[in-house]
């Protein structure tokens, strides 16, 4: 059997504007001619190996490559092993760049990063991006893509030079925790927001998950789908069906609760459903 030489490539405008674009790929035939971009390139090789052309210099990018260009730095490339290279990539323009870095500086907009390499080897750093590139591209939840837009703030911080010292320090964590708690469990099958939660106790996006995980030890995204994932416990002990469970707790649809039930739950739900079917066998 021959390989399969198609290239897969997955692209999203998570904002719904050409703001913020993320592209998720797997490139073996393709070539890029030399080009730049308006926005910013910022993203991380997962696999396979792309031979890359950027500011002078020719290099090699295996797994573990954090990517960070410029506007306007000119760059080629292609597939340095037979088997291509697997990418994942933020294209973010100047102005939502300055948002997303504001909201870090506690600031409506911050001074635009410049990056002292176009290329980093760093594995703690591109998990770390590669997990915040699945929120962004992949979440159906708008408080998991907007927690990670957060989380995408710091890593760009980092490859600009800034630590978490840069960074202002928030207040102590306070009643507004509890206000914020509360809204999470009147609205458990909503699709809540980041500024929702931020303009109920008056903070700025990262202040608010700050003030939140400290509070409780989970950023708010993740709580919230822990209660999502609680209410479809309660419904299908109620035995309603696991696309009617999915619907009320309001997860995208039933592969979606799965996964997250699962990841909490550690079964699916529908074996939490029927337990009778799980025989446990000791010797």
Excluded at 244 to 249: F, N, Q, R
């Amino acid at each position: 059997m021959l390989p399969d030489r198609r290239d897969r490539i997955s692209f999203k405008r998570p904002l719904g504007h050409r703001g913020l674009e993320t592209l998720a790929a797997h490139y073996v035939r393709q070539t890029f001619r030399p080009h730049f971009h308006p926005e910013y390139l910022v993203g991380v090789i997962t696999g396979g190996v792309h031979s890359v052309w950027c500011r002078g210099e020719q290099l090699h990018a295996p797994p573990g490559t954090v990517m960070s260009m410029r506007p306007g730095d000119i760059h080629h490339g292609n597939a340095a092993v037979e088997a291509g290279w697997v990418q994942r990539m933020f294209y973010v323009a100047e102005d939502t760049m300055a948002e997303i870095l504001g909201d870090r500086r506690d600031t409506s907009r911050a001074s635009l990063p410049d990056f002292a390499s176009s290329s980093r080897h760093d594995w703690n750093l591109a998990r770390r991006l590669e997990r915040i590139h699945d929120a962004v591209h992949g979440s159906m939840l708008t408080l998991e893509r907007d927690a990670a837009l957060v989380a995408l703030a710091e890593v760009v911080a980092r490859l600009a030079g800034e630590t978490s010292d840069d960074r202002p320090r928030g207040a102590a964590p306070d009643a507004r925790t509890r206000r914020l708690v509360d809204y999470l469990h009147a609205h458990v099958s909503e699709d809540v927001s980041l500024d929702e939660l931020s303009l109920l106790v008056g903070l700025r996006r990262r202040q608010t998950i700050d003030l939140f995980k400290r509070a409780t030890g989970l950023p708010p995204h993740a709580f919230h789908i822990g209660l999502k994932v609680r209410l479809v416990q309660d419904s299908l002990l109620k035995g309603q069906s696991l696309a009617a469970a999915a619907v009320e707790a309001g997860f995208a649809d039933q592969s979606h609760m799965t996964r997250h039930f699962t990841a909490i739950i550690g079964m699916t739900p529908a074996t939490y459903a029927k337990p009778e079917r799980v025989r446990t066998f000791v010797l």
